[in-house]
């Protein structure tokens, strides 16, 4: 998906306020679909239960009809790496790993965020790509701070994924957030520690490793959205929206349940 907004938007408290209470949202329709995914259930039932949700909190969706995109949610089994769309015809199975990419809007402002869980037993394998991702998120959260630099970011992701022996996906990565979905910057999940742009107080970005555990080339499926790993290998995904403050950053997607 390309950014739409050129400039970087520093946010001001009542602003952030807002996004942060998109974030808890999306945090809060993650944290239940976590506990309510099951084998036989269908993404399209995932997808229910979004819409359910977003206007039980008084949110609306991010992701629908955006270029085109059919789902409030984007839902990635296994090998698919992101954008898989919602569908009635498609059930999850025991030992699926399933990647939940979900957004909402509260007054104009956007929070962003996504999780891989677990369908039923899963492998060991397939267990630690799940928690190497999530880890190699937090990492690049730890990154970030006024002063540092965009590459720092993509460093701290890039070198935990590949000190596991996984790879890191290129051709989708973070970006800015806030009014839209996507902003200026571009947020790589691989970079050089030091280079990039610098990060400043109240800028908004979303992060999000999506961390291979063969190759790190992927292809699109002909529905035009669906991203799989081009050799069938899993894929796991994390994201989270944070704020750049003086002293590091504050996560707006943290659950408020």
Known sequence: MMLMNKAVEVKSPAELKTMRAAGGVVADVLVLLKGLVKPGMT????????????KKRGAQ??????????????????????????SDKRALKDGDIVGLDFGAVIDGWYGDSAITVPV?????????????TRESLMKGIAAVKA???????????????QSHGYTLVREFVGHGIGRALHEEPP???YG???HGARLKAG????????????????????????????????????EHTVAVTEEGCDILTLPTI
């Not at 993404?43 to 977003?54: H, N, P, S, Y």
Request: one cysteine or more; glycine letters at 12%; a negative charge.
């Open 120 to 132: 039923g037993a899963i492998s060991a394998d397939a267990q630690k790509l799940i928690d190497v």
């Open 61 to 86: 969706p991010a992701f629908l009809n955006y270029h085109g995109f059919p789902g409030v949610i984007c839902v990635s089994i296994n090998s698919e790496v992101v954008h898989g769309i919602p």
């Open 203 to 238: 800028m908004t970005i979303a992060i999000e490793p999506m961390v291979n555990m063969g190759a790190p080339e992927v292809s699109t499926l002909g529905d035009g959205w669906t991203a799989v790993t081009k050799d069938g290998k899993l894929s796991a995904h994390f």
């Open 192 to 194: 050089k520690a030091g």
């Open 43 to 54: 993404t399209g039932e995932i997808d229910q239960i979004c819409r359910v949700e977003l």
């Open 147 to 161: 002063g540092n630099r965009i590459g720092d970011i993509g460093f701290a992701v890039q070198s935990h994924a």
């Open 187 to 189: 947020v790589p999940n």
